[in-house]
Nanobody, 117 residues
């Protein structure tokens, strides 16, 4: 069964850091566009960061310069390092794997990040 499992969400104070992990099963992360989304209550799902199979990374304006997306093909996982966290970063963070030609779109269950003092 193809599966993405996120972990690393927590309660953190403003200015703090967290590292989210997304581990894949029966799916090779190096072959897919791997994305992190987030969704806060009452808000639409927002694309935070994306890495292509060739390794090109893009970030939303809201996190650019604070978040870093990385991929470890040997571990079959992607990571989101989040620094200088702000209360507006509070959301459920979801991992997503997309392969257009293969018509594959897989989601994880999400991990909660709460930024509050």
């Amino acid at each position: 069964q193809v599966q993405l499992v996120e972990s690393g969400g927590d309660l953190v104070q403003p200015g703090g850091s967290l590292r989210l992990s997304c581990t894949a099963s029966r799916l090779s992360v190096g072959l897919y566009n791997m994305r992190w989304y987030r969704q806060a209550p009452g808000n639409e799902r927002e694309l935070v960061a994306d890495i292509t199979p060739r390794g090109r990374v893009e970030y939303s304006d809201s996190v650019n310069g604070r978040f870093t997306l990385s991929r470890d093909n040997a571990e079959n996982a992607v990571y989101l390092q989040m620094n200088n966290l702000k209360p507006e970063d509070t959301a459920v963070y979801l991992c997503n794997a997309v392969h257009g030609p293969w018509n594959v779109n897989v989601w994880g269950q999400g991990t909660q990040v709460t930024v509050s003092s």
